[in-house]
């Protein structure tokens, strides 16, 4: 199964906030919703208790996108503080909305080598996981893969530290990978290569190709990478139809959560893409 849903309110709401936006891409079709705290978590506790209860109602399933200042490998102690207060907000909300997974960008290389990068990645999400589960908030930690070639986030390096940290994941973030390494994504076979690196060197990589979590939109890109989202079928860049047919082929399933600037529109004509193919 694949699940298709908008990061964030969705475009087509005439009022209203997460709740209604939750029950509006029910209404449409749509089986997923990121709930964004990407300028910080403001909910509060029983307010996302209500949009989980919405949800379940609704047969939507949550993700919640963690606000953009991390950076899990920071050289300063007080921004690995602020990364980890960051990320436990997002945990502690999303857990009373039952949202399954927590996307977060990994960091900065800040002039430092990948490995260098990854060990302290590690180290600072080993110890905010442990806060986690102490809490009993049992939300899973999805590292995006990052859009721009100072970003720590290629899928190599998220597959290594998702490896070393208990109950974390990859999240393909497409449009990023396609910008980072000069639009590598155009046919089937490169979007196909992408799940047999997390079948092959992430851990759980077998199980959770069943069950992804990804976003998708076609983006602008220089040499340095990411340059903005823009709408579905613009550019083809990357194209949609190609990792439908790798994903359809292959029998996996998951979340592919549309961040195109016509997030509900574009998510349902990606489903009516997929469905197609799928006869
Ligand atoms: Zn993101």
């Known amino acids: 199964m694949l699940r298709f849903g908008p990061a964030g309110i969705p475009i087509g709401l005439e009022k209203g906030g997460t709740g209604e936006g939750i029950e509006y891409v029910s209404k449409i079709g749509l089986t997923a919703y990121e709930v964004e705290f990407v300028r910080g ?34 050289k300063e102690a007080v921004k690995i503080e602020t990364t980890k207060r960051n990320i436990l907000q997002t945990a502690e909300i999303a857990s009373a909305m039952n949202a399954w997974i ?3 960008h990994p960091g900065f290389y800040m002039g430092r080598s990948s490995e260098e990068c990854i060990k302290l990645s590690i180290k600072t999400l080993k110890e905010t ?22 970003d720590l986030g290629t899928l190599e390096e998220c597959i290594e530290i998702a490896n070393a940290v208990e ?25 196909a290569k992408l799940f047999e690196t997390i079948e092959n060197r992430f851990n759980e ?3 959770y190709v069943k069950n992804f979590h990804s976003h ?3 983006l602008e890109y220089s040499a340095r990478g990411e340059l903005r989202h823009i709408p ?14 790798a994903i359809a082929e ?4 998951g979340t592919i959560i549309c961040e195109s600037p016509f997030l509900d529109e574009d998510a349902l004509k990606m489903k009516h893409i997929f469905e197609k193919l799928k006869g």
């Open 41 to 74: 978590v403001k909910m509060k506790f029983q307010a996302a208790k209500t949009v989980g209860k919405i949800a379940k109602q609704n047969g939507v399933v949550l993700s919640a996108h963690c606000p953009y200042w991390i950076n899990t490998c920071a």
């Open 102 to 104: 927590i996307v977060l």
């Open 129 to 150: 996981k442990a806060e986690m589960l102490r809490n009993g908030w049992d939300t899973i930690l999805g590292l995006e893969t990052t859009g721009g070639v100072a």
């Open 167 to 191: 109950d974390t994941a990859p999240v393909m973030d497409f449009a990023h990978i396609h910008g980072r390494n000069n639009g590598c994504l155009r046919k089937k076979g490169d979007f």
């Open 205 to 207: 990589g077998k199980k």
């Open 216 to 218: 998708f939109s076609e």
């Open 232 to 245: 579905l079928g613009k550019e083809d860049e990357p194209p949609f139809k190609p990792l439908a047919e």
């Open 250 to 253: 292959n029998g996996y399933g």
